[in-house]
């Protein structure tokens, strides 16, 4: 058996392993911004129709065609908006910039 082979399959394990980390990381943040979010809504009715009105203005246009059949904005959209918003497109925005976005979006007519 070659040792530079079964160095490198750890090293691609651990880079794999790595990865699946960040991605769950990544996921984890989103989950944490979205729990965030519920709470002051629960607090301020008021915000939870602002932020229900910009969920519906970023859902996909055809999402009732596709798996999960739920108003879920395209993952290309949404990387363009932190990319534009934040310089990286894989941004999560903090809280209280989701919040001040959704309070102006419910002042438009």
Do not use: C, S
């Not at 911004?33 to 203005?57: E, G, H, Y």
Request: hydrophobic content about 50%; charged content about 20%.
């Amino acid at each position: 058996m070659d040792l530079a082979l079964v160095g490198a399959g750890w090293l691609l394990g651990a880079a794999a392993r790595r990865e699946a980390l960040d991605g769950l990381y990544f996921g984890m943040a989103w989950l944490r911004l979205f729990l965030t979010l519920t709470a002051r809504a629960l607090v301020n009715p008021f915000l939870a129709v602002d932020l229900l009105r910009v969920a519906w203005r970023f859902r996909h246009r055809h999402w009732y065609r596709r798996f999960p059949f739920l108003p879920l904005p395209a993952t290309t959209y949404v990387k363009w908006r932190m990319y534009t918003a934040y310089g990286e497109d894989d941004a999560i925005p903090p809280a209280d910039d989701v919040i001040t976005f959704a309070r102006w979006v419910g002042r438009q007519p």
